[in-house]
């Protein structure tokens, strides 16, 4: 069994089946890139919403933190008046040993006044009972 088939013909029918293939190529391709298109709007959609949240995120650390600073501030403030006010509040303790010298010194001088008083008065109404 021999086919005969003219040249024309054979030319026709390959130009037939690479056309065919090339016609489902392009489908394929087609589809691939439709897909893909599609991938990419929804990575874009999700990134976009990403992005809105980061940025909500961010917006909300940024409000945060000038809150917090703004109490750092305050605080610093009051801390400054605090140190300003605590000479005048507090007696620290190197002034009460001055202050308590100074008194224990003074009451000492007083009690040797006193006993010096004491002596001549001693003296003296001892000289009156005993005349010499």
Avoid: C
């Amino acid at each position: 069994m021999t086919l005969e088939i003219e040249f024309t013909w054979l030319v026709g029918l390959l130009i037939t089946i690479f056309g065919a293939a090339a016609g489902v190529g392009k489908l394929l391709l087609a589809q691939h890139q439709k897909h893909q298109d599609a991938k990419f709007a929804a990575l874009e959609r999700a990134g976009q919403g990403m992005q809105a949240s980061l940025h909500k995120r961010l917006d909300g650390i940024e409000i945060s933190q000038k809150e917090e600073s703004v109490r750092v501030q305050k605080l610093e403030r009051e801390f400054l008046v605090f140190k300003a006010e605590l000479p005048m509040t507090y007696l620290q303790r190197t002034d009460h040993i001055r202050s308590e010298s100074v008194t224990q010194a003074r009451l000492d001088a007083i009690a040797g006044q006193l006993t010096n008083v004491q002596m001549l008065i001693g003296a003296k109404s001892h000289d009156h009972r005993h005349p010499a």
